[in-house]
């Protein structure tokens, strides 16, 4: 074997060691990239899991709360309580005190009356003095009305309440439920659809509280915040990318705005404690300080996005622009802020959607009182959703669980709507270059 036949046989075996030790390595990077894509579906499905779960356990816990139990009872309006002349000011509770009485006269005892009178809500007084408001020709005349149930009655019928325990571990007692029992086998109690929930501000009662107040609430800080983010933040964005000059400076802002969006949402309640509360004294607990604070907060990202979407525009549409004489001005506004409007709606939405689901900033300026009234302003007394969830889920009394649970979903409703639309909007607007 000459010199070089031994040179061949030497790079041959060089090679087969080379190739046995890239193999060797591919097989263990398709082993590590297989693990990879197995541990990633492993935990897209352990995510998807715990969303099930959340939304099953929220479903679960409210969609009750969509529907109320009422009492039908015979309801004398007896000219003695209901005198012509103080219709408003008569003695309603009484009036339904006393169709309780006559419907169910073994209710002899003050303490036996007591339990008799916890069957309905103090709500059915308000029911009545509304009626007969509206229509004063009712006064004499004997009607069945249906009334809203307590709160204890409406969790009894729903099956969160075990009547089945000893009678000193229920809520209600074994003559209330006597009575209920008479009440069923006449029709005279049935689930209906829950209007209140949806119609009335916040109650002391479960059975009388609805989400209007903190739905209208939440409507007046959104409008508020929509109105001063986003020509705020879509003029920053436009001057930061198309005009500003890159120096200190500018990279100082930009350096904060991104410090920015990450800012605990609870420190702009603090700030808007300070400066819109304790120095230009704008009043506590209204919208207009609520929309102001969240602009605050959603500022930073809807910069963000804008400043993303102006960059997505390709620089030949500028440079033609200028090619053909127009000013800077006239390039941004006639060219690129048009094509980058779908991505700065879409930022948009996603921070409004941030703001509609915050609590923490809201609670440092007051928004966390209690509000019966449906708010007629901007500057009246009112409250939000998420601040509405955390006062009731603080409630003890279990119809608060459900209509904290039904509050939740909707919110959620709300948020799934916004994320949608801003997703929708993409996808319709999106020019790909």
């Known amino acids: 074997m000459n010199k070089k036949e031994k040179n061949n046989q ?11 030790i890239v193999n060797q390595g591919l097989q263990k990077r398709y082993a590590a990239e297989k693990r ?4 990633g579906l492993a935990a897209i499905i352990a995510s998807m899991l715990f969303l099930a ?3 099953v356990t929220i479903i679960g816990n409210g969609y009750t709360a969509f529907w109320q139990t009422f009492v039908k009872i015979d309801v004398y309006f007896d000219p003695e309580i209901l ?3 103080s219709l408003k000011t008569a003695d309603y509770p009484g009036l339904v005190k006393k169709s309780l009485r006559t419907m169910f006269p073994d209710a002899q005892g003050r303490k036996d009356k007591r339990m008799l009178y916890k069957l309905v809500s103090t709500g059915a007084s308000f029911q009545l003095r509304d009626m007969v408001l509206q229509n004063p020709a009712l006064v004499g005349q004997t009607l069945s009305i249906w009334v809203p149930a307590d709160d204890d009655v409406d969790m009894l019928v729903k099956g969160h309440f075990d009547r089945s325990l000893p009678e000193g571990e229920r809520r209600l007692k074994d003559k209330q439920l006597g009575w209920l029992d008479r009440l069923t086998a006449t029709d005279s109690i049935k689930k209906k659809f829950n209007t209140i929930f949806f119609t009335a501000g916040d109650s002391r009662e479960p059975e009388l509280a609805g989400i209007k107040g903190a739905v209208v609430g939440s409507f007046y800080t959104l409008v508020i915040t929509l109105i001063l983010s986003f020509p705020i933040g879509v003029a920053a964005a436009v001057y930061l990318e198309e005009f500003a000059p890159r120096n200190r400076w500018t990279d100082l802002i ?3 705005i991104n410090n920015l969006a990450a800012v605990p949402s609870i420190v702009f309640g603090l ?8 120095f230009f004294g704008l009043p506590r607990s209204a919208p207009l300080v609520g929309g102001l604070v969240l602009t605050l907060m959603t500022l930073p990202t809807i910069i963000i996005a804008s400043r993303a979407a102006l960059l997505s525009v390709p620089p030949s549409i500028r440079e033609a622009a200028l090619g053909v004489g127009a000013s800077k001005m006239q390039v941004v506004g006639h060219h690129v802020l048009p094509l980058a409007l779908p991505g700065m709606l879409t930022g948009t939405i996603i921070g409004m959607a941030r703001a509609l689901g915050e609590s923490a900033p809201l609670l440092m300026i007051g928004m966390v009182a209690f509000i019966v009234d449906i708010p007629g302003g901007f500057t009246e007394p009112s409250t939000v959703l998420p601040v509405q969830i955390y006062l009731w889920v603080d409630s003890p009394e279990r119809a608060f669980m459900e209509r904290t649970s039904a509050a939740v979903m909707i919110l959620l409703g709300f948020l799934i709507v916004m994320n949608a639309t801003a997703v929708i909007l993409r996808k319709k607007f999106e020019r790909r270059w």
């Not at 030497?10 to 046995?20: E, F, I, P, V």
């Not at 990879?36 to 541990?39: A, Q, T």
């Open 83 to 85: 005198p012509r002349d």
């Open 271 to 278: 700030l808007g404690l300070a400066v819109f509360l304790n």
């Open 36 to 39: 990879f894509r197995v541990l």
């Open 254 to 256: 930009e350096v904060n």
């Open 10 to 20: 030497n790079l041959q075996k060089s090679a087969g060691r080379t190739m046995d």
């Open 53 to 55: 779960l959340l939304f």
